[in-house]
T-cell receptor, first 110, second 111 residues
Framework: DVKVTQSSRYLVKRTGEKVFLECVQD?????MFWYRQDPGLGLRLIYF???????EKGDIPEGYSVSREKKERFSLILESASTNQTSMYLC?????????FGQGTRLTVV | KQEVTQIPAALSVPEGENLVLNCSFT??????LQWFRQDPGKGLTSLLL?????REQTSGRLNASLDKSSGRSTLYIAASQPGDSATYLC??????????FGSGTQLTVLP
């Protein structure tokens, strides 16, 4: 069974904290993605990576950075969390075709 | 820039009905189209993948079609059940390998 695992289902952080969201896939996929999902705005791409140590900005990269040191792991970093980053964060991986998603991390910044 | 639209935004049907969800996209140069299901507060579950060279895919009671030239896809659900209640999302993949999503159709199947 294919698997994309996000490190936390729920997370509460304080404004100004540095936040790490981790994602691991076991399918040897080249491509990995981070999306955020907000009511009325749908899924928006933050960053993606098509190889180790490679990264590309998506539609809304401001306030975020990413790290991909190993093929199976893609981390999303909020350098200084703000309340407008409260959202559902979804990680995905794909090869040349089908994409698979993790279970999501509901992040609340207070 | 690719744009994906899903109609209707919400749909409520009695159990047992057959139904169709619609997805349209503006740029026909896609690699594939994928339909997902999302339950409240959860991640996305892949339902069907249609490669750009294919016309349709079937899995159980689900059938997805693709008309690339007109920029349309439909998801057909036969004999709907209350357990089918969820949000259904379509997404297209282009040369940049990233998925562009529609805003989804929230389906409620009434017992």
């Amino acid at each position: 069974d294919v698997k994309v695992t996000q490190s936390s289902r729920y997370l509460v952080k304080r404004t100004g904290e540095k936040v790490f969201l981790e994602c691991v896939q076991d399918m040897d996929h080249e491509n990995m993605f981070w999306y955020r999902q907000d009511p009325g705005l749908g899924l928006r791409l933050i960053y993606f990576s098509y190889d180790v140590k490679m990264k590309e900005k998506g539609d809304i990269p401001e306030g975020y950075s990413v790290s991909r040191e190993k093929k199976e792991r893609f981390s999303l970093i909020l350098e200084s969390a703000s309340t407008n980053q409260t959202s559902m964060y979804l990680c995905a991986s794909s090869s040349t075709s089908e994409a698979f998603f993790g279970q999501g991390t509901r992040l609340t910044v207070v | 820039k690719q744009e994906v639209t899903q109609i209707p935004a919400a749909l409520s049907v009695p159990e047992g009905e057959n139904l169709v969800l619609n997805c349209s996209f503006t740029d026909s140069a896609i690699y594939n189209l994928q339909w997902f299901r999302q339950d409240p507060g959860k991640g996305l579950t892949s339902l069907l993948l249609i490669q750009s060279s294919q016309r349709e895919q079937t899995s159980g009671r689900l059938n997805a079609s693709l008309d690339k030239s007109s920029g349309r896809s439909t998801l057909y659900i036969a004999a709907s059940q209350p357990g089918d209640s969820a949000t259904y999302l379509c997404a297209v993949s282009g040369s940049a390998r990233q998925l562009t999503f529609g805003s989804g159709t929230q389906l409620t199947v009434l017992p």
